[in-house]
């Protein structure tokens, strides 16, 4: 009998924002399903076996379509890793969009994602947004009812800074088990901001440093959205680190896509690319991603200040 993957298994992470139509309320037709049975099945192709959602994307279609592709295909539930997310507000009539980490509000957005996800249970919850209203006692005591219901199997963080979690573990039960980040050759703050440190130019960087060093210390994995970097290193006009990414792609005989993905994986703080697109072939190009990352010391600089635009301080 084989055993229900564990996420710190994983070496990337399928993200469905991209499935079940558009931002709007508007039905998923049959096209959308079978726009996430195809990337579904691209994700599973290349080895993926964890899955990312949160309740807001395409105000919740996209948990729905992935709940009509596992209604449809028996077994695929036990052979998943199965994350969401909730935490944020969506705009709504004379309603500001806003962050709500409430205690009873988080309950009440598992058990419509339970619904919509068409699951008994979430392998991994993740709090979306800093909540600034938040007490991390209530919302601890939220999780703690959640994990002792057999609704949720482990938490997480989105978006957050190590003195965040570090106040919310302090009141949390269960370890937490992971941190969503936006992290990518184009958004290298996580990177840039250690580096800086100390230099005139590090008030330009708002990601706070310790964070990455807290999570690997701790055994919180990182996992990075936005990985592709939304195709500006793959596109039409890639610039000069795109025309280095392909360059590089070249000569390893591999795809850009798994380029960008070693040079994240490459950092030893054990990151996890989160995949966002939803086309087959573009999920079908990061296949070697999951390979140990084969670029060297000089390469991984090489890239990075080719992003950069400019040399090191």
Same mark, same amino acid.
């Given at each position: 009998?084989?055993?229900?993957?564990?996420?710190?298994?994983?070496?990337?992470?399928?993200?469905?924002?991209?499935?079940?139509?558009?931002?709007?309320?508007?039905?998923?037709?049959?096209?959308?399903?079978?726009?996430?049975?195809?990337?579904?099945?691209?994700?599973?192709?290349?080895?993926?076996?964890?899955?990312?959602?949160?309740?807001?994307?395409?105000?919740?279609?996209?948990?729905?379509?992935?709940?009509?592709?596992?209604?449809?295909?028996?077994?695929?539930?036990?052979?998943?890793?199965?994350?969401?997310?909730?935490?944020?507000?969506?705009?709504?009539?004379?309603?500001?969009?806003?962050?709500?980490?409430?205690?009873?509000?988080?309950?009440?957005?598992? =058990?419509? *994602? $339970?619904? @919509?996800?068409?699951?008994?249970?979430?392998? /991994? !919850? &993740?709090?979306?947004?800093?909540?600034?209203?938040?007490?991390?006692?209530?919302?601890?005591?939220?999780?703690?009812?959640?994990?002792?219901?057999?609704?949720?199997?482990?938490?997480?963080?989105?978006?957050?800074?190590?003195?965040?979690?570090?106040?919310?573990?302090?009141?949390?039960?269960?370890?937490?088990?992971?941190?969503?980040? =936006?992290? *990518? $050759?184009? @958004?290298?703050?996580?990177?840039?901001?250690? /580096? !800086? &440190?100390?230099?005139?130019?590090?008030?330009?960087?708002?990601?706070?440093?310790?964070?990455?060093?807290?999570?690997?210390?701790?055994?919180?994995?990182?996992?990075?959205?936005?990985?592709?970097?939304?195709?500006?290193?793959?596109?039409?006009?890639?610039?000069?680190?795109?025309?280095?990414?392909?360059?590089?792609?070249?000569?390893?005989?591999?795809?850009?896509?798994?380029?960008?993905?070693?040079?994240?994986?490459?950092?030893?703080?054990?990151?996890?690319?989160?995949?966002?697109?939803?086309?087959?072939?573009?999920?079908?190009?990061?296949?070697?991603?999951?390979?140990?990352?084969?670029?060297?010391?000089?390469?991984?600089?090489?890239?990075?200040?080719?992003?950069?635009?400019?040399?090191?301080?």
């Amino acid at each position: 009998m084989t055993s229900h993957p564990d996420l710190r298994d994983s070496r990337l992470v399928y993200g469905g924002m991209g499935l079940g139509g558009g931002w709007d309320t508007e039905p998923y037709t049959a096209a959308h399903i079978g726009q996430a049975e195809a990337a579904v099945e691209a994700a599973l192709a290349v080895g993926i076996t964890a899955f990312d959602f949160a309740d807001i994307y395409r105000h919740g279609k996209s948990e729905a379509v992935f709940g009509e592709v596992l209604a449809r295909t028996p077994g695929l539930r036990e052979r998943i890793v199965l994350q969401t997310k909730c935490g944020i507000r969506l705009p709504d009539g004379d309603r500001s969009g806003h962050y709500d980490l409430r205690g009873s509000s988080i309950v009440q957005r598992v =058990e419509e *994602s $339970l619904t @919509r996800l068409r699951t008994d249970v979430l392998d /991994v !919850l &993740l709090l979306h947004r800093p909540d600034p209203l938040a007490d991390p006692r209530d919302v601890a005591q939220a999780l703690d009812s959640l994990h002792r219901q057999g609704l949720v199997r482990q938490f997480g963080v989105s978006n957050m800074g190590a003195a965040q979690i570090e106040q919310l573990q302090r009141h949390l039960g269960l370890p937490l088990a992971a941190n969503q980040l =936006e992290m *990518s $050759l184009g @958004r290298r703050d996580w990177v840039e901001s250690g /580096v !800086l &440190l100390n230099t005139p130019a590090a008030g330009g960087y708002e990601f706070p440093v310790g964070t990455l060093e807290y999570c690997a210390a701790h055994r919180i994995q990182l996992q990075a959205w936005g990985s592709l970097a939304q195709g500006r290193f793959t596109g039409p006009d890639p610039g000069p680190a795109g025309a280095l990414v392909a360059e590089l792609a070249e000569r390893k005989g591999t795809t850009p896509e798994t380029i960008l993905l070693w040079w994240l994986r490459r950092h030893p703080a054990g990151i996890v690319p989160v995949i966002g697109t939803s086309r087959p072939e573009r999920i079908h190009a990061c296949r070697d991603a999951q390979l140990p990352p084969d670029l060297g010391h000089e390469e991984w600089y090489a890239l990075w200040i080719a992003a950069r635009g400019k040399p090191l301080p």
